[in-house]
Every structure is written in structure tokens, then in C-alpha cells.
């Protein structure tokens, strides 16, 4: 274990707006997006269709919120 796993070394991640900051997330979604107007997300969502996959519903949380379940930050929307 290095320093870098806490310093300038763990920079690969997308940084995270602020804490309070509301967005949304899916049950099953791997990103916190501003809203559902997402090109990522509604990429996402026409992948489910087309393979027939129910889409999870969306859930209005804070950045803080989406973190703490594992969440990842979109690069689309912040
Ligand atoms: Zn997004």
C-alpha cells in the first residue's frame, strides 16, 4: 500500500460534484446522472430494450447518496 492510493495517483475516476448536490441513479444503472435527459443514460436505456430487459426505476438522490451504493460518477453530465 502506497501513498497513492489516496493522493494524486487515484485520479482516474471522474471527478464527483458536490456532496448535496440531487441527480439520479437505476437500481441496476453503475452511474449517478444529472437527470434522465443523459445521453449516456438514454443510451443505456435504448441498450435495455433492445435486449428486452426491464428498465429499473429511477431514483432521486444526492451525489453523497450515490456514492455511498457503489455508484459512479457520469462523465456525460458533470
Ligand atoms: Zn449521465
Known sequence: MT???QGWGYQLEQPWPPP?????ITRKGRNFHRDENCSGYQQGVRNS?????????????????????????CSVCW
Open 3 to 5: 501513498d497513492d492510493a
Open 20 to 24: 448535496e448536490t440531487m441527480g439520479m
Open 49 to 73: 430494450i433492445k435486449r428486452g430487459h426491464k428498465l429499473s426505476p429511477q431514483e432521486t438522490v444526492t451525489a453523497q447518496q450515490a456514492k455511498h451504493r457503489g455508484k459512479g460518477c
